[in-house]
């Protein structure tokens, strides 16, 4: 079974600081690993995913994640908040062997609140 | 790039009334498809996939039922909705070519 955790419901941060926001999983075998973001009333936008290769990866808008295989993290960052990033933001776990449904486990999301 | 459309964007139905909620595909072919119910603006709960025509998986049992009639079509139904039906649905598509899921826009469904 694979499974997601968001530890934070909300996280708050003051314009021009940087971000992070944590999302740790469980799967078996090796991950593939996606950030997504949900304006209000919208549907989710693909930010960036881990496949294979640096563990640092670049995304949309200037977000980044670095995977970290040894404390099975895949925290999202930016290094300077916008107002306009206040939004809700998902993390999901496939792993690379699941079959041919490909469906991710989401975790609950965290409402990024950034302060002007 | 693929572009998924969703309809309506809301929808006020009263309780036992008929669902049919629409997604299509643009864009690519032979996509895998997705319904999800998300309520209180949080959690995704997946309901159903596909990986062809007529081929649906249910992953909760549930008073909802999905068809995928053509490649690029995914229909969420109901015969008649509950209270507890209400919510934000999402039509997700992911491509052979890719590993991440796109989103549509979404229905907000709100029983009465």
């Known amino acids: 079974a694979q499974s997601v955790a968001q530890p934070e419901d909300q996280v708050n941060v003051a314009e021009g600081n940087p971000l992070t926001v944590k999302c740790t999983y469980s799967?078996?075998?090796?991950?593939?690993l996606f950030w997504y973001v949900q304006y209000p009333n919208r549907g989710l936008q693909f930010l960036l995913k881990?496949?294979?290769?640096?563990?640092l990866v670049k995304g949309s808008y200037g977000f980044e994640a670095e995977f970290n295989k040894s404390q099975t993290s895949f925290h999202l960052k930016k290094p300077s908040a916008l107002v306009s990033d206040s939004a809700l933001y998902f993390c999901a776990v496939r792993a690379v062997r699941s079959g041919g449904s490909y469906i991710p486990t989401f975790g609950r999301g965290t409402s990024l609140i950034v302060h002007p | 790039s693929q572009t998924i459309h969703q309809w309506p964007a809301t929808l006020v139905q009263p309780v036992g009334s008929p669902l049919s909620l629409e997604c299509t595909v643009e864009g690519t072919s032979n996509p895998n498809l997705y319904w999800y119910r998300q309520a209180a603006g949080r959690g995704l709960q997946l309901l159903f996939y596909s990986v062809g025509i007529g081929q649906i998986s249910s992953e909760v049992p549930q008073n909802l039922s999905a068809s995928r009639p053509q490649d690029r079509q995914f229909i969420l139904s109901s015969k008649k909705l509950l209270l507890s039906d209400s919510g934000f649905y999402l039509c997700?598509?992911?491509?052979?070519?890719?590993?991440?899921?796109?989103f549509g826009p979404g229905t907000r469904l709100t029983v009465l």
């Open positions: 881990y496949i294979t290769g640096d563990n």
């Open positions: 799967v078996s075998g090796n991950p593939y």
């Open positions: 997700a598509s992911k491509t052979s070519g890719s590993r991440e899921q796109f």
